[in-house]
């Protein structure tokens, strides 16, 4: 196996925000919205023109997207990136406002849009591709590759499941020359072999294609587009369990410099120093189950890492919460009980 840098807990510094200081910000661009609008129901014919065509325009464009950036995106640390939705949609209900055949601040506007949100995707674009660089000098993980540009440009822990995505579609499309990924100093054990877990994707991978020719031609009998839509599912999910194979099959458990690094695919990471490892056993241990975590494989032999003092874990999603058993199914269990536990 080739062997890689060690990992690291993270590319870079985080802070995330708490969704929670958002809403005032965010409900104030709402009223915004709202006060436009009944103004829009309440105004004599006579400057029905001039706030459809100026003031709408204007509001919904200008002021609500500036007042939402500095709010929201600039307080936050957030990407500018995320201004251009609150633009656009700006100037979609004010396209829908526009009074026909008379002048409307709209068009003008649009134009200068355009620029900015060009100016603005060029800057970030450039922005995140360093960040994106940085990351795989600094990691040789896929997932810290993506998660580093993602948490820089919304700040929140679901940047972790927005990386969880790409990183599958790494795996599935550009990592089949590519050797397990094992940081120099650590010890690789694999858990997707004597599992059965390649063996039963394989067998879902090899009836999908049927499944989804027999429901398109189903479908396609009342709806041409639900016959479609469900068929890319289909080819979508096909590629998804591919992906999440290879990332199984390349991210095996890791003992070695005092640490251990629990690892499904690109889903699950727990970092855990070897000192808290109170016991490695194949029975369930006797603890709450919010403070256990079970990433064996389906049929496989369970074994039970119990730490003396919880753990903070990351999931799909990436919201941490606190462990004190995780139960993985290592192809050789007795060698990795040895490992884990310094026997020698």
Same mark, same amino acid.
């Given at each position: 196996?080739?062997?890689?840098p060690?990992?690291?807990?993270?590319?870079?510094?985080?802070?995330?925000?708490?969704?929670?200081?958002?809403?005032?910000?965010?409900?104030?661009?709402?009223?915004?919205?709202?006060?436009?609008?009944?103004?829009?129901?309440?105004?004599?014919?006579?400057?029905?023109?001039?706030?459809?065509?100026?003031?709408?325009?204007?509001?919904?464009m200008?002021?609500? %997207?500036?007042a939402?950036?500095?709010?929201?995106?600039?307080?936050?640390?957030?990407? %500018?990136?995320i201004?251009?939705?609150?633009?656009?949609?700006?100037?979609?209900?004010? $396209?829908?406002?526009? &009074?026909?055949?008379?002048? #409307?601040l709209?068009?003008?506007?649009?134009?200068?849009?355009v620029?900015?949100?060009?100016?603005?995707?060029?800057?970030?674009?450039?922005?995140?591709?360093?960040?994106?660089?940085? $990351?795989?000098?600094?990691?040789d993980?896929?997932?810290?590759?993506?998660?580093?540009?993602?948490?820089?440009l919304?700040?929140?822990?679901?940047?972790?499941?927005?990386?969880? !995505?790409? #990183?599958?579609?790494?795996?599935?499309?550009?990592?089949?020359?590519?050797?397990?990924?094992?940081p120099?100093?650590?010890? $690789?054990f694999?858990?997707?072999?004597?599992?059965?877990?390649?063996?039963?994707?394989?067998?879902?991978?090899?009836?999908?294609?049927?499944?989804?020719? @027999?429901?398109?031609?189903?479908? @396609?009998?009342?709806?041409?587009?639900?016959?479609? $839509?469900?068929?890319?599912?289909?080819?979508?999910?096909?590629?998804?369990?591919?992906?999440?194979?290879?990332?199984?099959?390349?991210?095996?458990?890791l003992?070695?410099?005092?640490?251990?690094?629990?690892?499904?695919?690109?889903?699950?990471?727990?970092?855990? %120093?070897?000192?808290?490892?109170e016991?490695?056993?194949?029975?369930?241990?006797?603890? %709450?189950?919010?403070?256990?975590?079970?990433? @064996?494989?389906?049929?496989?032999?369970?074994?039970?890492?119990?730490?003396?003092?919880p753990?903070?874990?990351?999931?799909?999603?990436g919201?941490?919460? &606190?462990?004190?058993?995780v139960?993985?199914s290592?192809?050789?269990?007795?060698?990795?009980?040895?490992?884990?536990?310094r !026997?020698?």
């Amino acid at each position: 196996m080739r062997r890689f840098p060690a990992p690291s807990d993270s590319a870079a510094p985080r802070r995330a925000i708490d969704a929670r200081r958002l809403l005032p910000p965010l409900a104030v661009c709402l009223a915004l919205y709202g006060i436009d609008l009944a103004c829009m129901a309440a105004v004599p014919e006579a400057g029905r023109a001039f706030a459809a065509g100026v003031a709408v325009p204007f509001d919904l464009m200008v002021f609500v %997207p500036l007042a939402f950036y500095l709010l929201v995106v600039r307080r936050n640390g957030l990407s %500018p990136l995320i201004v251009l939705p609150v633009i656009g949609l700006g100037g979609l209900v004010s $396209a829908q406002l526009a &009074p026909v055949g008379q002048f #409307s601040l709209h068009v003008p506007l649009a134009a200068l849009a355009v620029a900015v949100d060009l100016s603005i995707g060029i800057h970030e674009g450039r922005r995140l591709a360093r960040s994106f660089r940085a $990351a795989r000098l600094a990691s040789d993980e896929p997932l810290e590759w993506f998660e580093r540009p993602f948490f820089e440009l919304v700040r929140h822990e679901g940047a972790h499941a927005c990386a969880t !995505e790409l #990183s599958v579609w790494y795996y599935a499309l550009l990592s089949w020359r590519r050797p397990p990924i094992v940081p120099a100093g650590y010890r $690789a054990f694999s858990y997707h072999r004597k599992s059965g877990y390649l063996a039963l994707v394989g067998v879902i991978a090899a009836l999908l294609p049927f499944e989804a020719v @027999a429901v398109h031609l189903l479908v @396609a009998q009342w709806s041409e587009a639900a016959a479609i $839509a469900l068929t890319a599912l289909t080819a979508y999910t096909l590629v998804w369990i591919v992906g999440d194979a290879r990332a199984v099959a390349l991210n095996p458990l890791l003992v070695g410099d005092g640490a251990l690094q629990v690892k499904w695919g690109s889903h699950f990471r727990l970092g855990v %120093p070897l000192d808290l490892v109170e016991s490695v056993e194949a029975g369930e241990p006797a603890l %709450p189950k919010r403070e256990r975590v079970n990433m @064996a494989a389906m049929g496989a032999a369970p074994c039970w890492i119990v730490l003396s003092e919880p753990v903070q874990a990351r999931g799909l999603l990436g919201m941490p919460r &606190p462990v004190r058993a995780v139960c993985v199914s290592p192809d050789d269990a007795a060698a990795f009980r040895r490992a884990v536990l310094r !026997e020698g």
